[in-house]
């Protein structure tokens, strides 16, 4: 293996998606071949200087780049395609890309646009260190709702309807036609999912579903879809819920894996001058 120079090192970059679509770039000017990447010159990627840490201190960076090509398109970004992807970097020798040395490693983090141009914040792999660790005693349930903890099967009659987009507002707020037989509010607090059109599998959390005559549903969005459906795609509305433990019991029949503390006393409780005399 040959000793790395300053005036033969690249840049290599190998960026892995969720679904297994992996792609390299170089700011060499000619395409590089190693680890059964390729690496191309040619699409705009660029990164700026890598702040690593020593210990646990965390490692970032920013990749930026151009929307030249299909390599990188603006409609897999707004459609969240890119989102923690496993990233790469390596410094390469381009005379002999056997010599090399792998100095970043981790996962896109927030991406945002300009125009043509995208930047993408880069999370090393200690980032996770930030998360919080164990379990927090609260009266409302810690568990997402159809995950292992809580158990609800999501797919029982009455619990997710389908229907097709009728009007759309930007993506945020929309009218679905074929969705009837739910009460009033029954999808807030859950999750619509797009299953047709360019914006397939993008999903928004419900702030507002109203029922309006004729099977129709209006829903709002806390957020608008990065892609904006179109009318006639199909889309899923998934139930809410709040959390409590009378939702729990009442809306879902699942209290039995009700991972909240009901029967805490309220912090007005814990401050009040009977419960600090023990009364």
Same mark, same amino acid.
């Given at each position: 293996?040959?000793?790395?120079?300053?005036?033969?090192?690249?840049?290599?970059w190998?960026?892995?998606?969720r679904?297994?679509t992996?792609?390299?770039?170089t700011?060499?000017? /000619?395409?590089?071949?190693?680890?059964?990447?390729?690496?191309?010159?040619?699409?705009?990627?660029?990164?700026?200087?890598?702040?690593?840490?020593?210990?646990l201190?965390?490692?970032?960076? &920013?990749?930026?780049?151009?929307?030249?090509?299909? *390599?990188?398109?603006?409609?897999?970004?707004?459609?969240?395609?890119?989102?923690?992807a496993?990233?790469?970097?390596?410094?390469v020798?381009?005379?002999?890309?056997a010599?090399?040395?792998? $100095?970043?490693?981790g996962?896109?983090g927030?991406?945002s646009?300009?125009?043509?141009?995208?930047?993408?914040?880069? @999370?090393?792999?200690s980032e996770?260190l930030?998360?919080?660790?164990?379990?927090?005693?609260?009266?409302?349930?810690?568990?997402?709702?159809?995950?292992g903890?809580?158990?609800?099967?999501?797919t029982?009659?009455?619990?997710f309807a389908?229907?097709?987009? *009728? /009007?759309?507002?930007?993506?945020?707020?929309?009218?679905?036609d074929?969705? *009837?037989?739910h009460?009033? @509010?029954?999808f &807030?607090?859950g999750?619509?999912?797009?299953?047709?059109?360019?914006?397939e599998?993008?999903?928004?959390?419900?702030?507002?579903?109203?029922?309006?005559?004729?099977?129709?549903?209006?829903?709002?969005l806390w957020?608008a879809?990065g892609?904006?459906?179109? $009318?006639g795609?199909?889309?899923?509305?998934?139930?809410?819920?709040?959390?409590?433990? *009378?939702?729990?019991?009442?809306?879902?029949?699942?209290?039995?894996?009700? @991972?909240?503390?009901?029967?805490l006393?309220?912090?007005?409780?814990?401050l009040?001058p009977?419960?600090?005399q023990?009364?």
């Open positions: 293996m040959s000793i790395l120079t300053s005036t033969t090192i690249a840049r290599a190998a960026v892995q998606r679904d297994g992996v792609l390299g770039f700011d060499h000017d /000619q395409p590089l071949q190693f680890d059964g990447i390729g690496f191309r010159p040619d699409t705009g990627l660029s990164a700026s200087a890598v702040v690593q840490g020593l210990g201190s965390i490692d970032n960076t &920013e990749a930026m780049g151009v929307l030249t090509d299909d *390599a990188i398109t603006e409609r897999d970004l707004m459609a969240g395609r890119w989102d923690a496993e990233v790469r970097l390596w410094d020798d381009w005379t002999d890309v010599s090399r040395r792998l $100095i970043f490693r996962h896109l927030e991406v646009r300009n125009g043509g141009a995208f930047r993408a914040e880069l @999370r090393g792999l996770p930030n998360n919080p660790q164990g379990r927090v005693y609260h009266p409302r349930c810690s568990a997402d709702l159809g995950d903890k809580c158990g609800m099967d999501l029982r009659p009455g619990y389908e229907g097709t987009v *009728a /009007q759309d507002d930007e993506g945020l707020r929309l009218v679905l074929g969705i *009837a037989g009460e009033a @509010r029954w &807030e607090r999750r619509l999912l797009v299953l047709s059109g360019p914006a599998g993008l999903s928004g959390l419900v702030k507002v579903d109203r029922a309006l005559p004729g099977n129709q549903r209006a829903v709002e957020a879809l892609l904006r459906p179109q $009318i795609d199909r889309v899923r509305l998934v139930a809410g819920c709040d959390k409590s433990g *009378a939702t729990c019991r009442l809306k879902f029949d699942n209290f039995l894996n009700f @991972r909240g503390f009901p029967h006393p309220s912090e007005d409780w814990l009040s009977q419960a600090r023990g009364g």
